[in-house]
């Protein structure tokens, strides 16, 4: 039987995926904003549309954050979705590649359920131009961001999708609930930020807090976790081989020598069920 959505989550990092191959309905962004509502809809950090097949038979998906805008990549909604497509069998090898708007990421299955997922994730870039940030210097690293008066260096990378690394001595998730969004939205970033707050625990851990963008906090993300540990290691504060620590658990990131990056983590399907009549129905104003 086919269902109107499938849940999974990935170290709290949780998605709706709806398969246009099943549903006879179409996603705008009142209808994402609705579906992720954790009150009025399923609840969810987003939702992964796919699978869309081109002409050469490869397989595409789209990601949708819960305010109904579009991102490039996500690390655990990648995991996510391969997991599914193993699940209801359109995936019967070990590896394949899967396309996002971010770009193409290899897949692996590491076990024989596929709740143990290796991501290659393609390059990071420091380039200020290519993230895009209006900095003026070349890489886009130790940079002087002023928020609310007080003056924060920055490092930002891409791995597809924008990311803001601030480092501290200590980090919580009230600092980037207060701190994420004003960084998110700064005038710096022309397309909007992703943010993490990092600490460093030793040259083979790290500890982060997230605010993403269109999202807000999150427990996790996979492509945090690749920013912060590929800058981590550019400012030689770590090794190449990095444990991401976040409140909603741990990820394993290994930076090659050409900057691309691989990502280890675990996923786990949660639910799956048809929308109500009533659901569609409903007039709010999210």
């Known amino acids: 039987m086919k269902y109107d959505y499938y849940k999974y989550h990935a170290l709290?990092?949780?998605y709706i995926i709806i398969d246009p191959n099943n549903v006879n309905f179409k996603l705008n962004k009142d209808l994402i904003k609705l579906i992720c509502h954790r009150n009025y809809g399923i609840g969810s950090d987003g939702i992964l549309f796919g699978p869309i097949f081109n002409d050469k038979n490869e397989i595409?998906?789209?990601i949708f954050n819960p305010d109904g805008s579009e991102a490039e990549k996500s690390g655990n909604?990648?995991?996510e979705f391969a997991k599914y497509l193993f699940d209801e069998k359109y995936i019967n090898k070990k590896s394949f590649k899967l396309h996002t708007l971010g770009g193409p990421v290899n897949i692996e299955y590491l076990d024989n359920n596929a709740n143990l997922i290796k991501v290659d994730m393609g390059k990071v870039t420091f380039d200020s131009k290519l993230i895009p940030t209006k900095f003026s210097i070349k890489e886009a690293i130790n940079c002087p961001l002023e928020i609310?008066?007080?003056i924060?260096?920055?490092s930002c990378v891409s791995i597809g999708n924008p990311h803001c690394v601030i480092l501290m001595d200590e980090i919580s998730s009230q600092i980037a609930q207060s701190l994420g969004p004003m960084i998110e939205n700064n005038k710096m970033f022309p397309n909007k930020i992703n943010v993490q707050f990092l600490q460093i625990l030793d040259k083979n851990n790290i500890k982060i807090e997230i605010w993403e963008r269109g999202a807000g906090y999150t427990l996790a993300s996979g492509t945090s976790s690749c920013a912060t540990a590929s800058v981590a290691y550019k400012l030689g504060l770590t090794t190449n081989d990095i444990n991401v620590h976040m409140p909603g658990g741990n990820i394993n990131i290994?930076?090659?020598?050409d900057w691309s990056v691989n990502l280890i983590g675990n996923v786990t399907s949660v639910a799956y069920g048809n929308f109500s009549k009533e659901f569609f129905l409903q007039k709010i104003n999210l």
């Open 254 to 257: 290994h930076i090659n020598n």
């Open 60 to 62: 595409y998906f789209k």
């Open 77 to 79: 909604g990648i995991r």
């Open 148 to 150: 609310n008066n007080n």
């Open 12 to 14: 709290g990092n949780d």
């Open 152 to 154: 924060y260096n920055v």
